[in-house]
């Protein structure tokens, strides 16, 4: 079956704890992103990358690191979490971008204390 | 900047009414348009999308969108609500740029009574 893959789906951690969210796509896209959601706000694009070893930075990047070493996968790095970035986050992948829409992975519900 | 506005953030229609989901979009150059919809505790599902050509646009479950250039309008619309239709509902506008990014609205929650 053609998905995104996001893990963990839920996840507490206390503000300064390095974490990651993992992000695996089994469609060959070369596209990814991360967006962040908040209630009012809608989707926010947070990283993107094009292709392997190429990425950019979105509408709200600070705080977050990305990496693509392999075209199947796109962790989400937070090196020092806060509580401003507890929210819904969504990894999506694409053909070749967004004129192709995106395929969105399930989620991952973080909270900061 | 492409930008995307939903009037409403939240819609209440009966079982059987007609649903109208308002989105407007400002582009400089010709948008390609799409409609979300995201279910209690799921990632985003594609409801339909314009790229090119006819501007009235058929998706799943029954809905479907109107591009209408002179207006930079791209509403949803569903002649009879389900009450498996309550969601929320997000338009997206993507430009061919070189980001290739998506532009999400802010949503709107349909609520629908029995």
């Known amino acids: 079956e053609a998905q995104v893959t996001q893990n963990p789906r839920y996840l507490i951690t206390v503000t300064g704890k390095k974490l990651t969210v993992t992000c695996s796509q089994n469609m060959n896209h070369e596209y990814m992103s991360w967006y962040r959601q908040d209630p009012g706000l809608g989707l926010r694009q947070i990283y993107y990358?094009?292709?392997?070893?190429?990425?950019d930075k979105g509408d709200v990047p600070e705080g977050y690191k990305v990496s693509r070493k392999e075209k199947r996968n796109f962790p989400l790095i937070l090196e020092s979490p806060s509580p401003n970035q507890t929210s819904l986050y969504f990894c999506a992948s694409s053909l070749k971008g967004g004129n192709y829409g995106y395929t969105f992975g399930s989620g991952t519900r973080l909270t900061v204390v | 900047a492409q930008s995307v506005t939903q009037l409403g953030s939240h819609v209440s229609v009966s079982e059987g009414a007609l649903v109208l989901l308002r989105c407007n979009y400002s582009?400089?150059?010709?948008?390609?348009l799409f409609w979300y919809v995201q279910y209690p505790n799921q990632g985003l599902q594609l409801l339909l999308k314009?790229?090119?050509?006819?501007?009235l646009v058929k998706g799943i479950n029954g809905f479907e969108a109107e591009f209408k250039k002179s207006e930079t309008s791209f509403h949803l619309t569903k002649p009879s609500a389900h009450m498996s239709d309550a969601a929320e509902y997000f338009c997206?506008?993507?430009?061919?740029?070189?980001?290739?990014?998506?532009?999400f609205g802010s949503g709107t929650r349909l609520q629908v009574q029995p």
């Open positions: 582009s400089s150059v010709p948008p390609y």
């Open positions: 990358s094009m292709n392997v070893e190429v990425t």
């Open positions: 314009y790229t090119t050509g006819a501007t």
């Open positions: 997206a506008v993507s430009l061919d740029t070189g980001r290739r990014a998506l532009t």
